[in-house]
């Protein structure tokens, strides 16, 4: 979870190395996708950086 909570924080570059570890880890099997997890990289759907909107747009298009 604490992993998680970097999606949150006011720099956008620890949010996108954030979802970009995350993102290496499932595809690696090391975490799978949850609620809390979910809710969270959902929310970066609407992100202010527009860099991060197009990260979370790609984690859904390409996570299976």
């Known amino acids: 979870d604490k992993i998680t ?14 979802l970009m570890l995350i993102t290496n880890l499932m595809q690696e099997g090391y ?3 949850r609620n809390l997890l ?11 950086s527009s860099a991060i909107r197009q990260y ?3 984690f859904f ?4």
Not at 61 to 64: D, L, V
Request: net charge positive; proline share 0%; hydrophobic share 45%.
């Open 5 to 18: 909570l970097c999606l949150r924080d006011d720099s956008e570059m620890v949010r996108r190395q954030a």
């Open 38 to 48: 979910l809710f969270r990289i959902i929310r970066l759907l609407v992100d202010d």
């Open 56 to 58: 979370g747009t790609y």
């Open 31 to 33: 975490i799978k996708l």
């Open 61 to 64: 298009s390409h996570m299976k």
